[in-house]
Structures are given as structure tokens and as C-alpha cells.
């Protein structure tokens, strides 16, 4: 390993604790999307990264774009179901779930 890699896994560490940062303290829906969104940034870059420092960049690319194209079904779905939780409760706050109870 080389110091580039190094310096992208300081990069990672920093994306990874800013998203779960997000993810801890955050109660709005659209925030902790944000947050897990940053951390997924972080897995790809780590990812890449890694591939670049073992010299098997193409496989490390195949896994992220693999990885990207996964996430943006995951991705629509969470926007979908965060659209329908606020027409349903008129609020996007994580408190307010617990009226969507059955």
C-alpha cells in the first residue's frame, strides 16, 4: 500500500463518521437519507481505492458500478416510501412514525 491509499482511506473515515454522524443525530427523514447516502459514497470509495492500490483496478470498478446500480433502486424506493410517508402524516420527522401503526 502507498500513501495515496492512505490518504483515501482518511477521506473514507471522514465520509463514513460524517454519515453516521447524520444517521445518529439527525430526525428528519430527507437527513438520514443524506446521511446513509454519504456513508454508501464512502463504500464506494473504499472500495475503488483498494482496487487502485492492489492493481485490480477494473474488478474494483465492475464492484462499484455493480454497487451503484443497486443502490439506485434502492435509492427510488426510499424516495418513494419517504414521499408517501409525508402525504400521509404531513411531517417528515421520525417521531411521527409511530401513527402509521396498524
Known amino acids: 500500500m502507498n500513501d495515496t ?13 460524517t454519515g453516521l454522524y447524520a ?12 446521511g ?3 456513508v454508501s459514497k464512502a463504500v464506494s470509495l473504499a472500495l475503488v481505492a483498494t482496487g ?3 492493481n485490480s483496478v477494473l474488478a474494483a470498478q465492475a464492484l462499484v458500478i455493480t454497487y451503484i446500480v443497486v443502490e439506485v433502486s434502492l ?13 400521509r402524516t404531513g411531517s417528515l420527522d421520525v417521531r411521527n412514525l409511530s401513527r402509521l401503526k396498524g
Open 52 to 54: 487502485a492500490a492492489r
Open 5 to 17: 491509499w492512505i490518504l483515501y482511506m482518511l477521506f473514507v473515515a471522514v465520509l463514513l463518521f
Open 23 to 34: 444517521l445518529l443525530t439527525m430526525r428528519n427523514l430527507i437527513k438520514l437519507f443524506i
Open 36 to 38: 446513509i447516502e454519504v
Open 75 to 87: 435509492v427510488a424506493t426510499a424516495l418513494a416510501l419517504i414521499i408517501n410517508i409525508f402525504r
